[in-house]
């Protein structure tokens, strides 16, 4: 092509349609250039949420620059070829808006939930999805809660549902001032000093702990736990959850109590703790 293109005065090529192809594998993969965590300012918040694609979309383009993006590009086209979160950050707020569409009672907090717990991050033969700037299988802090699932956000069963005073105290966990959550969240609020406020409390749709190494002045099997409490808000039918935790580590241990939650209404709350077990372990294990 190169060589064409060099002896030819006025090259020209046709591009040929040969169908849409489905079902092509490795599909989803983590782009090379997606954000990852862990997250650098609240490390308990997992960070990504999730993941969608980003890679190579048709989207709409302006006319007022060349599809290249390049000083000298004067070319105006309707549409391009882009990647990135600008890519991405829409296919989810397109999934958010068909979400409240099917749920309009339902508050931006369980909409989340709704995208968060059905997200997926496997592939049909149960292969964790594949990063594709290392070739080795994606991790949470390259995919979050997984890849969105548009129709089983639809039912997700149970959603974390989170209020505007839940985040409040949130910044209250954080140590925020009076005057520092009246600028962030435009309103006043007082954190009360009776209160005992824990970052692990925000009923967020995800879990991260972080693990101690082991320093010379401090014993090597000291035991650090993290204990976390959620609620559950029922969204569907009546039925009975239970959980089920596996670990990749034989030196961290998972509890949920209780194992089983039973809902018998819509709307139905019920809470639940998940305690986090481990001894330190030296930095890269």
């Known amino acids: 092509i190169k060589k064409y293109i060099t002896s030819n005065k006025k090259p020209m090529a046709t591009i040929g349609f040969s169908g849409t192809k489905l079902g092509v594998e490795p599909s989803p993969v983590v782009a090379s250039f997606s954000s990852r ?3 650098p300012i609240t490390p308990e918040i997992l960070k990504p949420d999730l993941i969608a694609p980003g890679v190579n979309i048709l989207a709409g383009w302006t006319g007022k620059v060349g599809p290249s993006g390049l000083e000298g ?11 990135g979160t600008s890519m991405s950050c829409p296919h989810v707020s397109g999934l958010a808006a068909l979400v409240k569409a099917a749920h309009p009672e339902w508050s931006p907090a369980a909409i989340k939930s709704a995208l968060m717990t059905t997200a ?9 999805i594949i990063d594709i700037a290392t070739g080795f299988p994606s991790t949470p802090f390259d995919y979050g809660a997984g890849h969105v699932d548009p129709i089983a956000a639809l039912d997700p069963g149970l959603v974390y549902d989170t209020t505007v005073d839940d985040y409040l105290d949130f910044l209250c966990a954080l140590n925020y001032s009076s005057d520092q959550i009246k600028h962030t969240a435009n309103q006043e609020y007082r954190c009360s000093e009776g209160k005992k406020y824990r970052i ?8 991260a702990v972080n693990l101690e190494t082991p320093s010379e002045n401090r014993d090597s099997k000291v035991v650090s736990t993290v ?3 959620r609620t559950l808000t029922n969204v569907g039918t009546p039925a009975t959850y239970k959980a089920l935790v596996s670990t990749h580590s034989t030196s961290v241990k998972v509890v949920v109590e209780p194992e089983t939650l039973s809902f018998n209404r819509v709307n139905e709350k019920k809470s639940f703790m998940v305690i986090v077990s481990a001894e330190s372990m ?3 294990t």
């Open 227 to 229: 204990k976390f409490t």
């Open 37 to 39: 965590g862990p997250n």
């Open 73 to 83: 590009d004067n070319r105006h086209v309707n549409f391009n070829i882009i990647s």
């Open 120 to 128: 997926y991050t496997a592939y049909k033969n149960g292969k964790a």
């Open 282 to 284: 030296p930095s890269g």
């Open 200 to 207: 692990e409390d925000l009923n967020y749709p995800s879990f």
